[in-house]
């Protein structure tokens, strides 16, 4: 059984660039996407507010396998979707609920004498957010950050459903063909978890490397 599981690995771990191709895509349209709402729930207008509390309540209380129902099934009729796109939107529509809690605490976490000061020197409302208030929020937001990379790693495994050939489906498909759903699956957990924790990690990198000294001892 071992060797068979030998043999077969190759074919599991040749998942791995499609689960990372799903995480990293549906992070990056959970940030786009989180960030607006972020703005806009501190620094839009009434409407614009409710609208962004809305979409967050609404969307954190949706299991992200009906979105992806919802995306893959309900779209597919109006358009030709692929299933690496239809996981990407559904994984990140899903992700920008979480993220978009992130930013706004880490936008809250700005001292308001920043914003302040940029008016001060002259600098409109937009200039302000765009050049002072942002980048100091990414920064503060890379520790709450790094742990919804990791859920969406895990997440990721849910595009198995509309079957693309993640790492999850792979190892389904060979448990499936050995007999061994234990041996099998045991192996593609702990592959998960070193995926998860090398996210882990360099984002921990990432913050270390971008943290401001005197910042984070005024703190």
């Known amino acids: 059984m071992w060797r068979e599981m030998l043999q077969a690995l190759p074919y599991i771990l040749g998942g791995i660039g499609y689960t990372l191709g799903v995480t990293v895509v549906a992070l990056t349209v959970g940030l786009v996407i989180g960030v607006l709402l972020a703005l806009l729930r501190v620094y839009g207008r009434r409407a614009a507010q409710n609208f962004a509390a ?3 309540v609404v969307l954190r209380g949706f299991p992200s396998l009906i979105v992806l129902f919802i995306i893959y099934y309900m779209l597919a009729a ?5 299933p690496f796109l239809a996981g990407c939107v559904a994984l990140g529509v899903c992700s920008s609920a979480y993220q978009a809690e992130i930013f706004r605490g880490a936008l809250q976490s700005v001292s308001p004498g920043q914003m302040m000061a940029a008016r001060a020197l002259g600098m409109s409302h937009r200039q302000a957010i765009i050049t002072v208030i942002l980048p100091q929020a990414f920064r503060n937001a890379i520790a709450g950050w790094s742990n919804e990379a990791a859920i969406v790693v895990k997440d990721s495994s849910l595009v198995y459903v509309v079957g693309l050939p993640e790492l999850l489906r792979r ?4 448990a499936a063909r050995l007999y061994a759903p234990f041996l099998i ?15 882990n990690r360099l984002l921990g990198w990432l913050e270390r490397k971008t943290r401001i000294p005197q910042m984070v001892a005024a703190r």
Do not use: E, M, N, S
């Not at 190892?171 to 060979?174: E, M, S, T």
């Open 78 to 82: 109006l358009i030709d979707l692929p």
């Open 171 to 174: 190892a389904q498909q060979v």
């Open 54 to 56: 809305v979409y967050v």
């Open 185 to 199: 699956f045991t192996v593609t957990a702990v592959i998960y978890f070193l995926l998860t924790f090398a996210t």
